[in-house]
């Protein structure tokens, strides 16, 4: 039951510090995947983070990063005083190979995730209604090799959706219909790598996946900083970029909403550069406060690609969103899906087109305001009852909140802490771009708890906060572990 | 009723020369755009075919296919001895813009394109069951952010059904769902130009779509001759691939079976020169006379990328597919779908892998084999009865039958007039590569057209062909064209 102690250089461990991959994170998904792959059996003691800092030629900060997000997933068993011991639970199965994305990703106590939908809130019974009626009533032609654009149908609910509900300016033949809004992104992307474009700049903090999956389709993603007002034009108009992926609804990370002169100066950037807005509108529809600013597509539908899904306000394993183009990209984003035979499923379509056309879905959107409203309520309150020093950011929306912290070690140091107990929360760190000078912080989302456990989670989780921040400027060892 | 005749300069018909696209397709396609964009307007005149053979230089031949083609989807009327008329019937929606993919594509009197499916046969009701439990049984998790690989239960059903009914060595971790069986080759063929492949070698002829869709992936198609045993391999060796696309169960377009001694000596290739095999099994279900034979996966499962889809089976309409990978080629194929974010969607998967295991998908393809077997003796029956001079080749399988035919300007005369009397049949020419020297002749499909419509149209065929076919060795022009 307790093996003799575990040799860092069996494990192969090969860092490379060139990459954009932080050493904590590269660490520890070497570590994952050894234990997923039978490597690390149940059992093996891991060396203390002194040795095996030692071992890396790395700071030990690193391997604790490393080893207190392993504990809160479960593969790691830290102990006061003691060397970590691999956990493999069941038979852990090739499906959670490191490399590949597993499903809901790392498990935690409790999930603060920013912008994790409840999934619990589907609406099944609705959802089934509308796909009977889809079996019921498509043609023959529908369920056969469509068009790769989506169904004419779907196009057309959706368009009149957008033009009412975000007051967005569409037909339904500038609509191509995709699999999620990060997917159209993607799509863009390829056509912009196709006309010779090789940067595109992105909000700095935006979300770290966009830029992951800009630089696999072959663009340099060039993060501009942002201030209360939005994205800096002017830092843009330096830029190299002549495409940008914004979000002037609902700024992520950080929470803000753009300002009216902002969305005119980005615009008016865009023309005179003859250059491609990419708005990303993942979460407008969740705005708590009041009626949500209008899509800037609206203004300038030449100018602007406005893409969205209902992975938020649905369901993320639907697999369905929209881009908004401009009528020159249209055929060429289309013809991304058309040259891998990628088409959207059709029955899937047209029970989104019912779903819509029969309200179900202003009603579904309308129900879950209520339920994320309550939800940021009880953080919010929550959180500035017990840390009354440090503000909670963001417009009363999304499912997140931005808790600024004084500093980048105290950023760091609180994540660690609330990783090691199992809270689910993210960082600024994390979505950062080169260059970032901004605000830190957590992100705290209460989209996917419901609320006894989000009250429960943000009393450890202020906790937690309490006992690592303002400890000094340097991440700091959480001394318990060996 | 009768503008001004049509003045061809003002057109701006750009046909180029060096592109792959054969001159008439060039020339076909973008009189289609002019039309379906408006500006031809409808009633407008189009010069005689030796008038707009001469203005761009072309044979007359080039413009009376353009013609014919165009006149069999109905935007033109073609009339004996006078020029052909425009026909834009009610408003063309840009949903068939030139460029994307339009659905169903082009509308025949007789759709007798080959290895299209009875749409009409799709089983609604088990469908809408199978969904009905997904929707009843689905985790929160499911219908979340998934495993890029698709669903664990998905995949091992397809594992069990892919052993038992095709031979294949296959645990559900070697699986990747995708969206059809031409996604799954895209998906391989990304990873084969990320790891620096620049050719892929296919059966000569064989699908042109495949062609079309490998170029833009990257990678230069380089046909393969084959005999009646399958694919020479000995052309394989000397080629520069180190990978090939094949289907030895049953060969597109020719219909023939690989030989076990030519399997083995296609495997042998793939050992001793470290290259793929993509096994393209596309319909290997649908065998009427015996059993089909075993996937060639099944005795090389490091060597062979299996991939397949429910396209034929079920419904293009849902876009379901899989690839069955060596071990090496897993996470490379998943990772493509993950980069972006391009899962597939979950109720559809939990659906197939209940239809599967409540053995519906068995009863389908038995229902299905009988529909396709009458229709395929009713076809054969009325071609070699009408056309005995002819061979009609190909196994008893799949759904469509290979005519054979003197010559290739028996073939291109057979194609136009069957095509102007709208017969929706394909040529062996349409899926030739560079340096076919084989047979020539009719690709007919029967599993689109009901039996009595089948009769009907394979009478028609075969009066199509007896006036077309022998007429010398030069495309002949229809005379009654202008």
Known sequence: VSPRPFQVRELLIALNRQARTPLAHQLENQLRDAILRGRLASGQQLPSTRMLAEQLGVSRGVVLRAYAQLGAEGHLTLRQGANPLVRVVGVPGPDILSGVHDGDGPRFRYDLRPERPDLSQFPRGQWLRSLRHALDTATDAEVGYIDSRGLRSLREEIARYLA????LAVTANR??????STHALVLIERVLVRQGKRVIAFE???HELLHTLSRRAGLEPLGIPIDDDGLLVDELRRSAASAVVAAPAHQFPIGLTYSKERQLELLRWADETDSLIVEDDFNAGFRYDRAPIGAIQGSAPERVAYIGSISKTLAPGLRLGWAVLPASLVDDVAGELEGAMQHLPALEQLALADFVRRAEFDRHLRRLRGIYRKRRDLL???LR??????????IAGGM??????????????????ARQAGLGVESIGEHALAGYGGPRGLLIGYGAEHERALIRAAHELAGAIRESVGRGDKPRPLTHLA
């Open 385 to 394: 009852n017990e840390l009354p020093q440090y503000p909670v950011r963001g």
């Open 175 to 180: 609509i191509v219909i995709t699999g999620g």
């Open 204 to 206: 700095n903090p935006s």
């Open 380 to 382: 919010v309150r929550t």
């Open 164 to 167: 009412r509900a975000r007051g």
């Open 400 to 417: 997140h909140v931005f808790l600024e912290l004084p500093s980048v070690a105290d950023e760091a140091n609180a994540w660690a802490r």
